[in-house]
Nanobody, 121 residues
Framework: QVQLVESGGGLVQRGGSLTLSCVGSGFNWDQHAIGWFRQAPGKEREMILCIHGNNSATTYSPSVRGRFTISRDNAKNTVFLQMNNLKPEDTAVYSC??????????????WGQGTQVTVSS
């Protein structure tokens, strides 16, 4: 079955950095776009970045542009989220999602359980 497992979350001070990982299994990894999502307390889940099967990426959230970067290593079935210059408003549960297709334009059908990121001021 499709599985996505995130790791790398934690507590970091304002201005710090974290790298999250998402490891997938149970499907043809390089045939699917993967997105990073986050959900802050009391807010809806938002997609922040997505990477197509061909390694080209799209930023969906203006608030992370220039600070967060998505990349993937298809040999390791892993997508990374590099987060720099973190702000308290970045505090959320971060999860990765598998798109039903090669490009980010299709529906997301599976998500991992998420990893907590907390940024202190």
């Amino acid at each position: 079955q499709v599985q996505l497992v995130e790791s790398g979350g934690g507590l970091v001070q304002r201005g710090g950095s974290l790298t999250l990982s998402c490891v997938g299994s149970g499907f043809n990894w390089d045939q699917h776009a993967i997105g990073w999502f986050r959900q802050a307390p009391g807010k809806e889940r938002e997609m922040i970045l997505c990477i197509h099967g061909n390694n080209s990426a799209t930023t969906y959230s203006p608030s992370v542009r220039g600070r967060f970067t998505i990349s993937r290593d298809n040999a390791k079935n892993t997508v990374f989220l590099q987060m720099n210059n973190l702000k308290p408003e970045d505090t959320a549960v971060y999860s990765c999602g598998r798109n039903s297709g090669f490009y980010c334009i299709y529906q997301f059908s599976h998500w991992g359980q998420g990893t907590q990121v907390t940024v202190s001021s």
